[in-house]
């Protein structure tokens, strides 16, 4: 390890773990001493610490933390971080609302306290400039390179004890400039636009200013070469497996999802299927279950009650193994799916995981490991511990948001979800079941209808920052005026804003 201690502006001192003190260009940018030690230590994790933190800087747990090439720590205390709140105007992530209790996926990084490894420093070697002002670059770095596989976290770990942190936020022009430099053009109008309806503000000069950089997200940026490295890419944790299916009318595709489990090469110990039909007294029609031979024990629960959350939750009660396959009862998968899915979840030590699902033919745009954004509810591994005490919030039934806010509640534990592209599951899509009754929502006999749906309302409400869900109530007043019938632009607003109170009434009464 090579730790770097600076002071924001330059480095003040630099030590390897043994202690020994290495000489280095006082006038150098810090981003530029950094890349420096990253080609004379190739092998190395690379550290940096304001100096006023030195003692409290964690480097025995660093080691654990830190426990394969492709992560990216970081962490600075309190609600502030280097860009304002204002970048919620621009990105809708759950990388924007930072829970600063846990380790917790996000793309901004602090200059107080973190660590790199050398291989990834070398990678953007020359692909992405080396800013004078060091926390403008650990945020710039971290926001190109998460989508590319490097796992970026919020890590309070680092430090040895809670403190009081404070660092001058970045200037608006620092802001506009991010914006232009990161997210599509388009961006940087639609920040302008947001700060000029909802803080009266008219920041024309960091506008134009921003207008002049050009977008970072360079394609000849990969991290294909950084070696992974972790303590043993064959390890196989995966020891007992359940699978969680909920299913209503969709018999035959279903008897297909068993005979994959069947055979598997890694057979799951248990397959919970909760089997729903709303009409009183009718019969389960999975006659299978018992008069089919399977090599796992089948919990078989049948109820008159339709919602997918109800019945995931009714599943987690019945879990008895180490982890969970969550399925959806329209899938296929390889045989071998369930060992290479533990495969590469011990060598990432993910506790969950999403995988991909597409129909046949779809195109597939994701091809990295890398940090998902919300999760799978119908093609995700967990580890049981970490699901333990949470469950599928029924507010969501019969609408949307059940499975995002199902991922938050695991990530607001301390445990991240990432996304695998292989192995792969087949979504066949198939009709929905015939058994299905059309929910009677509350607010289906408004006569202003809520939009969004207050379920979507909800979840931004519960997992959002106030100026992301300001961000969405724009974009979305443009885009939903092409698909309805209202064209005054006076009249349409008018009717969007009391459309948006009812959503906003509703996500509120559920949330209660």
Same mark, same amino acid.
Request: hydrophobic content about 40%.
């Given at each position: 390890?090579?730790?770097?201690?600076?002071?924001?502006?330059?480095?003040?001192?630099?030590?390897?773990?043994?202690?020994?003190?290495?000489?280095?260009?006082?006038?150098?940018?810090?981003?530029?001493?950094? $890349?420096? *030690?990253?080609?004379? +230590?190739?092998?190395? =994790?690379?550290?940096?610490?304001? #100096?006023? @933190?030195?003692?409290? /800087?964690?480097?025995?747990?660093?080691?654990?933390?830190?426990?394969?090439?492709?992560?990216?720590?970081?962490?600075?205390?309190?609600?502030?971080?280097?860009?304002?709140?204002?970048?919620?105007?621009?990105?809708?992530?759950?990388?924007?609302?930072?829970?600063?209790?846990?380790?917790?996926?996000?793309?901004?990084?602090?200059?107080?306290?973190?660590?790199?490894?050398? $291989?990834? *420093?070398?990678?953007? +070697?020359?692909?992405? =400039?080396?800013?004078?002002?060091? #926390?403008? @670059?650990?945020?710039? /770095?971290?926001?190109?390179?998460?989508?590319?596989?490097?796992?970026?976290?919020?890590?309070?770990?680092?430090?040895?004890?809670?403190?009081?942190?404070?660092?001058?936020?970045?200037?608006?022009?620092?802001?506009?400039?991010?914006?232009?430099?990161?997210?599509?053009?388009?961006?940087?109008?639609?920040?302008?636009?947001?700060?000029?309806?909802?803080?009266?503000?008219?920041?024309? *000069?960091?506008?134009? +200013?921003?207008?002049?950089?050009?977008?970072?997200?360079?394609?000849?940026?990969?991290?294909?070469?950084?070696?992974?490295?972790?303590?043993?890419?064959?390890?196989?944790?995966?020891?007992?497996?359940?699978?969680?299916?909920?299913?209503?009318?969709?018999?035959?595709?279903?008897?297909?999802?068993?005979?994959?489990?069947?055979?598997?090469?890694?057979?799951?110990?248990?397959?919970?299927?909760?089997?729903?039909?709303?009409?009183?007294?009718?019969?389960?029609?999975?006659?299978?279950?018992?008069?089919?031979?399977?090599?796992?024990?089948?919990?078989?629960?049948?109820?008159?009650?339709?919602?997918?959350?109800?019945?995931?939750?009714?599943?987690?009660?019945?879990?008895?193994?180490?982890?969970?396959?969550?399925?959806?009862?329209?899938?296929?998968?390889?045989?071998?799916?369930?060992?290479?899915?533990?495969?590469?979840?011990?060598?990432?030590?993910?506790?969950?995981?999403?995988?991909?699902?597409?129909?046949?033919?779809?195109?597939?745009?994701?091809?990295?490991?890398?940090?998902?954004?919300?999760?799978?509810?119908?093609?995700?591994?967990?580890?049981?511990?970490?699901?333990?005490?949470?469950?599928?919030?029924?507010?969501?039934?019969?609408?949307?948001?059940?499975?995002?806010?199902?991922?938050?509640?695991?990530?607001?534990?301390?445990?991240?979800?990432?996304?695998?592209?292989?192995?792969?599951?087949?979504?066949?899509?198939?009709?929905?079941?015939?058994?299905?009754?059309?929910?009677?929502?509350?607010?289906?006999?408004?006569?202003?209808?809520?939009?969004?749906?207050?379920?979507?309302?909800?979840?931004?409400?519960?997992?959002?920052?106030?100026?992301?869900?300001?961000?969405?109530?724009?974009?979305?007043?443009?885009?939903?005026?092409?698909?309805?019938?209202?064209?005054?632009?006076?009249?349409?607003?008018?009717?969007?804003?009391?459309?948006?109170?009812?959503?906003?009434?509703?996500?509120?009464?559920?949330?209660?």
């Amino acid at each position: 390890m090579v730790v770097v201690y600076h002071n924001n502006k330059r480095v003040t001192n630099i030590s390897l773990e043994r202690d020994e003190v290495l000489s280095f260009n006082k006038n150098f940018a810090i981003a530029s001493v950094l $890349t420096d *030690l990253a080609i004379q +230590y190739p092998t190395s =994790k690379i550290i940096w610490c304001h #100096e006023d @933190y030195k003692s409290i /800087l964690n480097l025995e747990e660093i080691r654990e933390l830190h426990h394969h090439n492709k992560i990216m720590l970081s962490y600075k205390p309190g609600s502030f971080n280097f860009l304002p709140k204002q970048i919620g105007y621009v990105e809708d992530s759950l990388f924007v609302n930072i829970n600063k209790d846990v380790s917790y996926p996000t793309w901004q990084m602090s200059s107080m306290v973190g660590v790199i490894h050398a $291989t990834v *420093l070398l990678a953007l +070697y020359n692909k992405i =400039k080396l800013d004078s002002k060091f #926390e403008y @670059y650990l945020n710039s /770095l971290a926001k190109v390179c998460q989508p590319l596989g490097l796992l970026c976290y919020s890590e309070p770990k680092l430090i040895k004890e809670k403190i009081s942190f404070y660092n001058k936020k970045s200037s608006s022009f620092a802001l506009f400039k991010f914006v232009k430099q990161h997210y599509k053009t388009r961006w940087i109008f639609l920040l302008f636009l947001n700060l000029v309806i909802y803080e009266f503000k008219f920041p024309f *000069l960091s506008f134009v +200013y921003g207008c002049f950089f050009k977008n970072r997200n360079n394609r000849n940026i990969n991290l294909d070469n950084v070696v992974f490295n972790s303590s043993d890419d064959e390890s196989y944790d995966l020891k007992t497996i359940d699978v969680v299916i909920p299913t209503i009318g969709r018999k035959k595709y279903l008897h297909n999802v068993l005979k994959d489990l069947s055979q598997q090469t890694h057979l799951p110990k248990n397959v919970i299927i909760v089997e729903q039909n709303p009409f009183l007294k009718s019969i389960s029609e999975l006659d299978y279950i018992t008069s089919e031979s399977w090599p796992f024990k089948i919990k078989h629960i049948f109820i008159n009650k339709s919602g997918a959350c109800n019945a995931r939750n009714l599943a987690l009660d019945e879990i008895e193994s180490e982890w969970i396959f969550f399925a959806d009862d329209d899938i296929r998968f390889d045989n071998s799916f369930i060992r290479e899915a533990s495969v590469l979840m011990s060598k990432y030590e993910s506790k969950a995981v999403t995988f991909s699902c597409l129909q046949k033919n779809e195109k597939v745009f994701y091809k990295e490991i890398f940090q998902w954004t919300t999760f799978g509810s119908g093609c995700s591994i967990v580890k049981s511990e970490i699901v333990k005490n949470i469950r599928f919030d029924i507010k969501y039934e019969f609408g949307f948001g059940e499975d995002s806010d199902f991922g938050m509640q695991i990530r607001n534990m301390g445990n991240d979800v990432l996304y695998f592209p292989s192995p792969e599951i087949l979504h066949l899509k198939a009709p929905i079941g015939g058994f299905r009754t059309k929910p009677d929502l509350l607010w289906n006999n408004d006569e202003i209808k809520p939009k969004p749906s207050p379920m979507v309302m909800l979840y931004k409400i519960k997992h959002e920052t106030e100026q992301q869900l300001r961000g969405y109530k724009v974009i979305l007043f443009f885009k939903f005026y092409s698909k309805q019938s209202i064209k005054n632009p006076i009249k349409y607003f008018l009717n969007f804003r009391k459309e948006w109170k009812q959503s906003v009434y509703w996500a509120n009464y559920l949330n209660q």
